[in-house]
């Protein structure tokens, strides 16, 4: 991944390369996103949230086995579509 800096975020991650802490701007821009996120935690992806909310409803809802010969019936279904009969 490449970012470009602003002009101004170039200068601070250069005064911080300048106290001897970091190695490479790398290190500086990793260590300060790090520092501003809370404790144990990563962002969230987009879209992460309702992927999650839609995984716990499918678990938490009923189960229902299926009935015998049900497979079968929807295998039949479904080669009878795709042949256009």
Do not use: W
Request: charge should be neutral.
């Amino acid at each position: 991944m490449t970012v470009t800096l602003n002009k101004r975020t170039e200068e601070i991650v250069q005064a911080q390369l300048k106290t001897g802490r970091y190695a490479t701007p790398d290190e500086v821009v990793n260590r300060l996103i790090e520092e501003r996120l809370p404790a144990g935690t990563s962002p969230e992806l987009p879209g992460e949230t309702d992927i999650k909310s839609s995984l716990l409803a499918a678990v938490c809802k009923p189960t229902h086995p299926y009935r015998k010969g049900e497979f079968a019936e929807l295998a039949r279904r479904v080669i009878t579509e795709e042949r256009g009969v």
